[in-house]
């Protein structure tokens, strides 16, 4: 086991992992910038490295700097939590030749998985289901409208380097593909440094279903069920179940053990999650995001198993403490994602947190790094903290949710509570009757 782990990460995530190390009995190191010097997970923290100012590019993502915080505190580890660096293949090839380890996948499968045509290709190779696109990258307007034309309408332009819904365009008609083929270019140029573009098959009334995957890297693998995370708002998640209302035994079973094979072939290390579009009975393949999710407190809870200290264990080399035997799904689980932001427009809400008040009572978790008088900073995502709520049944699950989100107070900025409180209340919400298009149309957003 290891020593000591360095956290390259911030907020509600390095505070979950700071957790898991102290139950194993390993050291921490909480890196900052300086706009997070007095962020919980620095205070918590057995010693913490300022790595810089509030930049993410000259703190959290500036690799040289993490890498003298890790041999100025002799971290034999590294954690990478989500976002940030935890899909760098490069990151994790330089920790590895320092004689550091990085707690994830491999570089090469890191590199596989991040580059959304390789994924496809290699998804399809493995057996699991895609959605009917272009065979890889499409470079010009002529090539992108054959390939619409070839397909129906209406289809999805999507940069092969995206993530996080920048770089994807829907044409709905032969006339929107010049503007919408130009624009997803533009989005990827900018926002990834890489124009290459994709076309896929737009399905209309689709969920987003996840399964979530675990290896120890030498052949074994399992799979944890699956997480719906079909409410978003311009591709970003804010509510999420596991089971999801959508899948019966059988279907689950399937695509479960579908992907469980899959990594096995590969000898995926740690945790990875497979994430999918559910039509009418059927699973296309979307990307593979090798990393901890946001959402994954809902697997925990319906399984029992701590995915962050799971990870911890095997790149240590122990191996899986557990089998596919092992995992028994107990009950229904709901995540609401907590942002700074207003909770009609979104619109970014920083700022001084003058009361904070917590739900808590039986299958109430609370996962934030937030206190009162913290001040949010303005440069950083949005996520102040994670609601979870477990209950034995759906409906149990979703009158806790009411109970626990009307407890939950949070003063001095805006917050998406507001939103959850209608949410929770819709019939459509209430049935589980919804597909990742739901919110935006309640939202009245195009």
């Known amino acids: 086991m290891f020593d000591k782990v360095l956290i390259a990460n911030r907020g509600e995530i390095a505070l979950r992992i700071q957790r898991a190390c102290k139950e194993l009995g390993i050291a921490t190191v909480a890196v900052h910038s300086t706009a997070d010097a007095d962020a919980m997970h620095v205070r918590l923290a057995d010693e913490s490295v300022c790595i810089g100012p509030p930049t993410s590019s000259d703190s959290y993502l500036n690799i040289p700097r993490l890498l003298a915080a890790c041999e100025i505190t002799g ?17 994790a090839e330089i920790l590895e030749e320092h004689n550091i380890t990085f ?13 959304k045509i390789q994924a496809k290709e290699t998804a399809k190779r493995l057996g699991i289901p895609i959605v009917p696109g272009s065979q890889g990258a499409v470079r010009t307007e002529t090539e992108a409208m054959k390939v619409a034309k070839s397909m129906g309408f209406p289809v999805l332009i999507k940069a092969t380097a995206g993530g996080g819904g920048r770089g994807m365009k829907v044409a709905t008609s032969v006339e929107d593909l010049p503007v919408a083929f130009a624009t997803a270019r533009s989005e990827a140029k900018a926002a990834f440094g890489n124009d290459s573009v994709y076309i896929e098959k737009y399905l209309t009334k689709p969920r987003h279903i996840e399964i979530q995957v675990f290896g120890d890297g030498t052949g074994n693998a399992v799979h944890l069920g699956e997480r719906d995370c079909s409410l978003q708002r311009r591709h970003q998640k804010i509510f999420e179940e596991a089971p999801s209302p ?17 990594m096995r072939t590969i000898k995926y290390r740690g945790a990875g999650t497979v994430e999918f579009l559910y039509e009418d009975g059927e699973f296309y393949f979307i990307e593979m995001n090798t990393r901890i999710q946001v959402e994954h407190p809902v697997t925990e809870a319906i399984t029992g198993i701590d995915l962050v200290l799971e990870q911890i264990r095997v790149a240590s080399g122990a191996g899986l403490s557990f089998t596919q035997d092992d995992i028994v799904l107990s009950g229904h689980a709901i995540e609401c994602r907590i942002n700074a932001e207003n909770p009609r427009t979104f619109r970014p809400s920083p700022g001084q947190i003058t009361y904070w008040h917590p739900p808590g009572g039986l299958g109430i978790r609370v996962d934030s790094g937030a206190y009162q008088g913290y001040r949010i900073p303005p440069y950083y995502d949005s996520l102040i903290g994670k609601l979870i709520v477990h209950g034995k049944t759906r409906n149990e699950c979703m009158m806790r949710l009411k109970r626990a989100l009307s407890e939950f107070v949070i003063d001095g900025i805006e917050t998406t509570i507001p939103l959850f409180h209608e949410l929770v209340r819709h019939p459509d919400v209430v049935n589980g009757m919804y597909d990742i298009h739901w919110l935006e149309k309640y939202l009245g957003k195009p």
Do not use: K, Q, W
């Open 75 to 91: 971290a034999d580890a590294v954690h990478p939590g989500y976002g940030f660096l935890s899909e760098n293949a490069r990151f």
């Open 103 to 115: 707690i994830g996948p491999t570089s090469e499968h890191i590199r596989i998985m991040g580059d």
């Open 246 to 262: 959508a899948l019966n035994a059988a279907s689950r079973a399937r695509i479960g053990e579908t992907v469980a094979t899959a």
